[in-house]
């Protein structure tokens, strides 16, 4: 079946640096990735939709200059939280849509991330 | 608006069955799936259904009504091991995934 990977699984980092994190089909091509946000107990919150070669679209509240995406491949795209304040702290998300015809999600890990 | 209501918590006991309900209100409908999400990991497929009626996988089942615009997740043998949150989520007209807020199972022996 369909692999999603993203590293790193787990950062902490200080308040006002950048973090990247990357999303990676293994065994598939994905010119579409979502990335999505976790608060505890809460749903998925769709952040932006990742398209291979183009901009991304994200979705309304979400802020394009603090979080950067990057679909550079058809394997892999990667989101910065650029100048993180404790409040980013969250559970992030990827996947990509399936081969199949009912369009799947194949979701990545996560990546748990800490701010202090 | 787009909706999608669940019950925010649910308890039930080890071999016995449960019936998760979903009920949903979207622009356009393209399928429903349901996800399991164990505290702390990603989701993971459990089913899809896009045609009214009752799909059944193992011990998990997953019903449909589009008139009603209702869906159910009835998990049969109940193990710990299916202790987890499970989420109820629509494709809508944009093939849009709009996400319920998610069930917490708690399994007791």
């Known amino acids: 079946g369909a692999v999603v990977s993203q590293h790193p699984s787990w950062v902490i980092c200080k308040s006002g640096t950048s973090v990247k994190i990357e999303c990676r089909s293994l065994?598939?091509?994905?010119?579409?990735m979502f990335w999505y946000r976790q608060f505890p107990k809460q749903s998925l919150m769709l952040m932006a939709t990742?398209?291979?070669?183009?901009?991304?679209?994200?979705e309304q509240g979400v802020e394009k200059d603090k979080f950067l995406i990057n679909h550079a491949s058809l394997t892999l795209s990667t989101l910065t939280v650029t100048s993180a304040h404790p409040e980013d702290s969250s559970f992030y998300i990827c996947s990509a849509p399936g081969l199949a015809d009912i369009y799947e999600q194949y979701f990545g890990p996560g990546t748990r991330l800490t701010v202090t | 608006g787009q909706n999608i209501d669940q019950p925010t918590e649910m308890t039930a006991t080890e071999g016995a069955i449960v019936q998760i309900n979903c009920t949903y209100q979207t622009s356009g409908f393209n399928g429903l799936f349901w996800y399991q999400q164990h505290a702390g990991e990603a989701p993971t497929f459990l089913s899809y259904?896009?045609l009214d009626g009752l799909e059944e996988k193992g011990r998990f089942s997953s019903f449909l009504s589009r008139s009603k615009g209702y869906s159910y997740l009835l998990l049969k043998e109940l193990q710990m091991k299916d202790s987890a949150s499970y989420l109820c989520a629509v494709l809508d007209s944009n093939y849009q995934l709009i996400w319920g807020a998610g069930t917490k199972l708690i399994i007791k022996p």
């Open positions: 990742s398209n291979e070669g183009s901009k991304a679209t994200y």
């Open positions: 065994d598939f091509q994905a010119t579409t």
């Open positions: 259904n896009v």
